[in-house]
């Protein structure tokens, strides 16, 4: 099976980056094919709803979007909602998103969002029928140390995510055979 996950913090050292990586090692290390999307590297254009769609790395992201059996988006959270930039890739991939698992992956300053995603969970569900996947994994910034996750727990979690990624992804496929 194929997955796309998706880095969507801009900054560097980001938390909710090395978590994508954790789950990438999660998914490749069980022998998975991981697409990886680093925002800061993907040169996409702020959606316009106009000529953003003809842009060469627009339509690199519908193909890979597409392609993809299964998704993560792993978003850092800002004022209480996903980053503007997670939102700008559902705005850029559009109808692609029809039909497809998404799960997340964040990473806050405090404890009082966790709830964060469910803006973005809904327009993923609600617009293009996606299959979001219940377990997500919240993560704040005190489970880090020196650049690294230090909770086992939320170690765990991601790879809780990326076998719940798998499971749904391929129920789903096979369902639709």
């Known amino acids: 099976m194929a997955f796309l996950l998706f880095s969507c913090s801009l900054r560097d050292g980001s938390r909710s980056r090395v978590m994508a990586e954790a789950l990438r090692t999660e998914l490749e290390g069980a022998a998975h094919e991981v697409e990886y999307l680093d925002l800061r590297e993907?040169?996409?254009?702020?959606?316009?709803?106009?000529?953003?769609?003809?842009?060469?790395?627009?339509?690199?992201?519908?193909?890979?979007v597409a392609a993809a059996e299964g998704i993560i988006f792993a978003t850092p959270v800002y004022n209480f909602q996903a980053s503007a930039s997670a939102k700008n890739i559902v705005e850029l991939g559009g109808s692609m998103f029809e039909g497809k698992v998404v799960g997340f992956l964040c990473a806050a300053g405090g404890r009082n969002s966790y709830m964060?995603?469910?803006?973005?969970?809904?327009?993923?569900?609600?617009?293009?029928?996606?299959?979001?996947?219940?377990?997500?994994?919240?993560?704040?910034?005190?489970?880090?140390?020196?650049?690294?996750?230090?909770?086992?727990?939320?170690?765990?979690?991601?790879?809780?995510?990326?076998?719940?990624?798998v499971r749904v992804s391929r129920a789903l496929a096979a369902s639709q055979a």
């Open 42 to 64: 993907a040169g996409l254009p702020l959606c316009d709803g106009d000529e953003c769609y003809d842009e060469p790395a627009t339509k690199a992201l519908r193909a890979s």
């Open 116 to 165: 964060s995603m469910m803006s973005l969970a809904n327009s993923l569900m609600l617009d293009f029928r996606c299959h979001i996947l219940p377990r997500y994994v919240f993560a704040s910034k005190e489970l880090f140390s020196d650049g690294e996750l230090a909770d086992a727990e939320i170690s765990g979690r991601i790879g809780e995510l990326a076998r719940e990624l």
